[in-house]
Structures are given as C-alpha cells and as structure tokens.
C-alpha cells in the first residue's frame, strides 16, 4: 500500500482544514488507518485512528471534539477535517496504514509522507 496525504497549509488560529490520504492497491478496505504528527523538535504522536470498516474511531485528548478522521474504502482515501485549529497544531501531519487501530505508531505497516499544517497565532 502506498499512502499520498495532502491538504496541509497555513491557517490562522480558529479556521479549519481538511487533510486527505490516498492509497493506491486494491486491498485498503483491510486496514486500520491513523494519522499521527510530528512537530519541530518533538516525537510523533497519536492524533486519530479509524477501524477498517469505519465503525470506531479514537483520537488523541488534544484533538477530540475539534477532530474528525473518516474514510472512504470506495475512494480510497481517509481524511482528516480539522476545525477550531490552534498554533499548538502545527506540525507535519502523517497518514498510516496498519492492521489493526492503535494509538502507537509500531502497528502501522504503511506511512504517507507528511503534509504540513501551520497555524498562526
């Protein structure tokens, strides 16, 4: 599986943006799918995760509420809508594919290369 995340960009702080991830192959609908980021100088942490049917989804406490992760098997493609954005999430934003849902990136088989957010203050 090859993962394509886009959708990064600079918002101010209160504004929304939607990331998306696009997998090539024909067996995406298997795998649980996560999204993780990294900022400047920090380790890569959780954000959100979605079963392989779509039917459970976890998120970080730092995200829940103003984060949506969902997915479209029939497209492909998982996404990310972020809203109520705050300069605490800025970083380079990372979609995975694993076998299972984790909120730890060792399950993950599969990453994307990042898409970065900035939020300004």
């Known amino acids: 599986v090859q993962l394509q995340a886009s959708g990064g960009g600079l918002v101010q702080a209160g504004g929304s943006l939607r990331l998306s991830c696009a997998a090539s192959?024909?067996?995406?609908?298997?795998?649980?799918l996560g999204w993780f980021r990294q900022a400047p100088g920090k380790e890569r942490e959780f954000v959100a995760t979605?079963?392989?049917?779509?039917?459970?989804?976890y998120y970080a406490d730092s995200v829940k509420g103003r984060f949506t992760i969902s997915r479209d098997n029939a497209k492909n493609t998982v996404y990310l809508q972020m809203n109520s954005l705050k300069p605490e999430d800025t970083a380079d934003y990372y979609c995975?594919?694993?076998?299972?849902?984790?909120?730890?990136?060792?399950?993950?088989?599969?990453w994307g290369q990042g898409t970065q957010v900035t939020v300004s203050s």
């Open positions: 995975a594919a694993g076998p299972f849902v984790s909120t730890a990136p060792k399950p993950y088989d599969y």
């Open positions: 979605i079963s392989s049917s779509g039917g459970s989804t």
């Open positions: 192959g024909r067996t995406f609908s298997i795998y649980a």
